[in-house]
């Protein structure tokens, strides 16, 4: 639920990144702090455990102003994937306006990549989202590991479900990092130009709002 303050013609919208544990959730933000170059980024916020995994959840927000002057900022969280954090993946998920749902590749891990999205479903219910109609883009990660699940066979298990195709991706090497967030924006876009107008009142159209918020260092370097 998008959170609008008229007043300082402020709109804020939140992404949050979901999975089983260690899928790559964590590696996905760090990686997008590190490639993406909008107008406006703030510092990525990390909490982890003495195991590594996070604990509670990162947050990355970055934003851009349209032409009337709305403020328009996107914040990325992860949750923690380790069930007896199901709380605090709740109250992360609470007025979500889009999830990226990220997968492990690994054959042994099909089965926590299932459940992960059971609980999904449930917390999203439980907070009162609808996981039918969300903005969501399912990526599967660690595809530069030897011994994955075939992609042939990931898209057509999913072929039926409103997130085909899937999004293939390692993390660790930046790889569908960006495909991913980008799919997720543009699928973000449709549900807030519909409530807010972006394009007619606020100058902002879908290419606009993509380009301006998955801007990469890289693209930015073949510019100058």
């Known amino acids: 639920m998008p959170d609008f303050s008229p007043d ?22 760090m990686q997008l702090h590190t490639l993406l170059n909008p107008e406006r980024k703030g510092e990525l916020m990390v909490l982890e455990t003495r195991d590594d995994r996070t604990l509670f959840f990162d947050m990355l927000p970055i934003g851009l102003r349209g032409s009337s002057g709305l403020d328009l900022r996107l914040k990325l969280y992860t949750v923690p994937g380790q069930v007896q954090h199901d709380s605090t993946r709740k109250a992360v998920l609470s007025r979500a306006d889009g ?12 089965d926590n990549n299932a ?3 059971g609980n999904l479903e449930e917390n999203l219910e439980k907070v009162g989202l609808d996981i039918d109609t969300l903005p969501m883009v399912v990526q599967f990660n660690k595809r530069d590991i030897p011994g994955v699940v075939p992609e042939e066979e990931l898209q057509t298990t999913w072929a039926g479900t409103p997130w085909s195709p899937l999004v293939m991706a390692s993390a660790l090497r930046g790889d569908g990092v960006l495909e991913t967030f980008r799919i997720l924006l543009d699928r973000l876009y449709t549900i807030v130009d519909d409530e807010f107008h972006l394009d007619a009142d606020q100058g ?13 260092n890289e693209a930015e370097a073949r510019r100058a």
Do not use: E, M
């Not at 300082?8 to 933000?29: E, I, M, Q």
């Not at 999830?99 to 099909?110: G, H, M, R, T």
């Not at 902002?204 to 990469?216: E, G, K, P, T």
């Open 115 to 117: 459940i992960a999205f």
């Open 204 to 216: 902002i159209s879908r290419q606009a709002f993509i380009d301006r918020l998955s801007r990469s």
């Open 8 to 29: 300082d013609n402020k709109l804020a919208l939140k992404v949050v990144f979901y999975g089983p544990a260690l899928s790559g959730k964590t590696t996905n933000l």
């Open 99 to 110: 999830v990226v749902f990220v997968a492990d590749s690994q054959p042994s891990q099909q």
